[in-house]
């Protein structure tokens, strides 16, 4: 795996990390439409990273979910 992939993944991982974070704030201020939300693209930012680890790319929300729903 070459370093531009590494720090992509890097990338991906704490985006996922500071997203959940958000999502654990508006949790408590009951912004639960919000919380949801958020915590919808931390999982997206850490399924790409996987992806990305297994050499895999997916541009649209779509195509990253194919893998996990057997499509």
């Given at each position: 795996m070459?370093?531009?992939?590494?720090?992509l993944i890097e990338y991906r991982l704490l985006r996922?990390?500071?997203?959940?974070?958000?999502?654990?704030?508006?949790?408590d201020k009951r912004k639960l439409f919000s919380t949801v939300n958020r915590i919808y693209y931390a999982m997206f930012y850490a399924v790409n990273a996987?992806?990305?680890?297994?050499?895999?790319?997916?541009?649209?929300?779509?195509?990253?979910?194919?893998?996990?729903?057997?499509?």
């Open positions: 070459n370093e531009e992939r590494k720090t996922a990390h500071e997203t959940l974070e958000d999502a654990k704030i508006l949790f996987l992806l990305l680890s297994k050499n895999l790319v997916a541009y649209r929300k779509r195509l990253l979910m194919k893998p996990f729903l057997g499509l």
